[in-house]
């Protein structure tokens, strides 16, 4: 118990009894361990997806590429956690056009508590007016509470140019 100060700028507190602290251990640490707030949780989420070269302005959700004939990622993932977590990351693209095939690649790494991790998955094949779906998916530990699991666009190539 706080009692009010005696003297200016000091405060005395009365000594705890066994009592007291036999009260905190039934009641208290049963109140503690089972505050949601207090739990400690794993979470993994997607931070950022880079593309190279740069898309040109298109609506949510699709990548619209220049005529080239290979884009690059970078996929970041977070362990938003107190615990390690063990995270795959799958990058998959789909054609649905053109004479390229789906392409496939799957990254494992360890990620210690709070942790980020850039992955640079290599080239992926391109040819102009390609339509593809490209989707990137994670798992492991538990979802982050803000942040995807998963995220899939459309991949959209312009024409060449050439006639």
Sequence with gaps: ?????SRTGT??????????AK?????????????PSLAVVRGIG??????????LPARKGVILLPPVSKMQLGVSVVNTGFRRA???????????????SAQSQTFHVE????QSYAFTPRAIGLVPSERAT?????????DSP????????????????HS
């Design 1 to 5: 118990m706080i009692r009010a100060p």
């Design 11 to 20: 405060v005395r507190l009365d000594a705890l009894t066994l009592v007291s």
């Design 23 to 35: 009260l905190f251990e039934a009641n208290g640490v049963v109140d503690l361990t089972a505050s």
């Design 46 to 55: 997607i931070a950022a997806v880079s593309v190279v070269p740069a898309p």
């Design 86 to 100: 063990r995270v795959t990351l799958v990058v998959s693209m789909k054609p649905t056009n053109g004479p390229l």
């Design 111 to 114: 990620l210690a508590p709070l």
């Design 134 to 142: 490209l989707d990137i998916r994670i798992s492991g530990a538990p």
């Design 146 to 161: 803000n942040l995807a699991r998963s995220k899939s666009y459309r991949v959209e190539l312009s024409p060449s140019g």
